[in-house]
């Protein structure tokens, strides 16, 4: 698909069966843009990563190519960091790119900010000179998901054809669908109160607790600064009190803050924020970057944030 005479932005979901459907999408996708001139980049798990580098040959030096296992780990990065940052990076330039941020490897508690990740780009691109494609494999993913990648793409692409998405609908609406309560933290998970006067403690008891657990010093530093972020805010925006919780699962070290603020912009803490404006979404984009994983349900009555951080 080329994009020779489309000024907005489009965002078609690639539904492939395997390699050969994988390459025939996206190598010629790719090469479509450099015949026109237009930056590219691409954002795929590793394995496929390897199959399109090795397809494109040469070409691939033309190309921005890295691995969404790492740049997107966390899907509520994915926007600010490798799709805006790319095209902020051409002003005033069309720019074409492939992001997979669902993959067969995505766990149950990272899809929903996947898919509202997909719905929010809609929202994030209005008015861009910019192609996205997605692509999912319909072999490997839950059929639920290939339905959801019906409602977060206007067009959708496959082996045989290109056609509008009759599920599609408001990119704000889908993204809301997800916002939903989180399990209980375990029996297990220990708790403190934040308000202005613990804060400093606050940053202890997590610095400990990611110590005692093994982390590199990084992972405690990076951990420490999103909980300060996320405390700062509860007591600045949530009611000036909030809940800490801090448990392990056998991946993470999770910690929970509640409090009563509440976030009104889905794309809070998922678009760049300039530094002369006032903070709102600051700290959540701060801390999109230091997470692999955030998980958030809000309501007028109180914003629950959950963080992962995975062992390593």
């Excluded at 780990?73 to 069309?94: D, K, Q, S």
Aim: glycine letters at 8%.
């Amino acid at each position: 698909m080329t994009t020779a005479t489309v000024e907005g932005f489009v965002h078609p979901a690639l539904l492939y069966r395997n390699d050969e459907e994988y390459l025939a999408g996206t190598v010629s996708f790719i090469r479509d843009g450099l015949s026109l001139g237009e930056p590219v980049a691409v954002a795929v798990p590793g394995p496929n990563l390897r199959l399109i580098r090795d397809a494109l040959g040469a070409d691939a030096e033309q190309v921005l190519l890295r691995d969404m296992t790492v740049v997107g780990r966390n899907p509520g990065r994915i926007i600010p960091t490798v799709l805006l940052a790319f095209a902020n990076a051409h002003p005033g330039r069309r720019v074409r790119l492939i992001g997979e941020p669902i993959w067969a490897g995505r766990s149950a508690a990272e899809y929903p900010a996947c898919a509202q990740h997909e719905a929010l780009i809609n929202a994030a691109f209005t008015g861009r000179r910019a192609t996205i494609l997605c692509p999912y494999n319909t072999e490997l993913l839950d059929p639920v998901w290939i339905e959801d990648a019906h409602r977060t793409h206007p067009v959708m692409l496959d082996a045989t054809r290109r056609f509008d998405s009759v599920h599609y609908d408001d990119p704000v609406a889908v993204a809301a669908g997800f916002n939903r309560p989180l399990p209980a933290p375990p029996a297990d998970a220990v708790t403190v109160t934040v308000d202005l006067y613990t804060l400093a403690a606050v940053r202890r008891f997590v610095a400990e607790h990611a110590e005692q657990a093994g982390m590199t010093r990084e992972q405690v530093a990076d951990l420490t600064i999103a909980i300060s972020e996320l405390a700062t805010n509860a007591v600045k925006y949530g009611g000036g009190t909030g809940e800490l919780a801090l448990w392990h699962d056998a991946d993470h070290l999770v910690c929970q803050l509640t409090d009563r603020g509440h976030l009104s912009d889905p794309l809070a803490g998922r678009i760049p924020v300039p530094a002369h404006a006032p903070d709102g979404g600051r700290g959540l984009l701060l801390v999109n970057q230091l997470c692999d994983l955030v998980r958030v349900h809000t309501t007028p009555a109180g914003t629950c944030t959950r963080i992962h951080l995975r062992h390593r």
